[in-house]
């Protein structure tokens, strides 16, 4: 079946540094793949997708791109803020299951903490 | 942004009780979805709904788990005997039919469920 693997963390880093949270999919066909964001105490939010190879998903100044020959879908963002601050989580629909109740397959989590 | 809601925010129960958990998914979706998140780990899917019926399930979603839409917009998972292990939070989401939209999942904040 479909995998997701992500950084593991607890990433922590000072303010205005380059993030990069690394993510890989094991999937049959080209999955759509998403980052979804767990600010403290809140639900999960989608924070950017990505639906074909070469698609760049971007979003409060993280991009990710779906690279198909490396099936990765890094998620980075050149300059993090405090606010910044939450658990990242890599997912991906398997490309076979929009025409049912589709299933999202997550990662483990990044934990990030940034520091001003 | 419409919302999908879920009660309690934290629930404890006693091992071998019942708990009910309550969501009400976005108003003119028509997917349905529980996720768990065991602390510290991966956002696991339990099990679809579409329809008025489980579409996909876990093997997580053992014989203690069910779903129910009992009145067209709630949407409630019960366990009927919870062990220590079903401690952690529970995600509703919802999705709506419309293809052009239909790889995002909505996330509810989530259910504490601590067993003691």
């Known amino acids: 079946g479909n995998s997701v693997t992500q950084m593991e963390g607890p990433v922590t880093l000072s303010e205005e540094a380059f993030l990069t949270i690394n993510c890989t999919y094991t999937a049959t066909g080209y999955p759509s793949l998403f980052w979804y964001v767990q600010y403290p105490g809140e639900g999960l939010q989608l924070l950017l997708k990505a639906t074909k190879a070469d698609d760049k998903g971007s979003n409060k100044g993280f991009e990710a791109t779906y690279r198909k020959e490396t099936t990765s879908f890094h998620l980075e963002k050149g300059s993090v803020q405090v606010s910044d601050s939450a658990v990242y989580f890599c997912?991906?629909?398997?490309?076979?299951?929009?025409?049912?109740?589709?299933?999202?397959?997550f990662g483990q989590g990044t934990r990030l903490t940034i520091n001003p | 942004e419409p919302e999908v809601t879920q009660t309690p925010s934290h629930q404890v129960t006693q091992m071998g009780q019942e708990v009910i958990l309550r969501c009400v998914p976005i108003s003119n979706h028509l997917y349905f979805y529980w996720y768990r998140q065991i602390l510290g780990q991966k956002v696991e899917f339990l099990v679809s709904?579409?329809?008025?019926?489980?579409?996909?399930k876990s093997e997580i979603f053992d014989d203690q788990f069910s779903v129910e839409r009992p009145d067209g917009s709630n949407f409630t998972l019960k366990i009927r005997s919870t062990k220590l292990e079903d401690s952690a939070m529970y995600f509703c989401a919802s999705r709506p039919m419309n293809r052009a939209t239909n790889e995002k999942l909505f996330f509810g904040s989530g259910t504490q469920l601590s067993v003691l």
């Open positions: 997912g991906g629909i398997g490309e076979m299951e929009f025409q049912g109740a589709q299933k999202l397959v």
């Open positions: 709904f579409y329809n008025n019926e489980i579409s996909e």
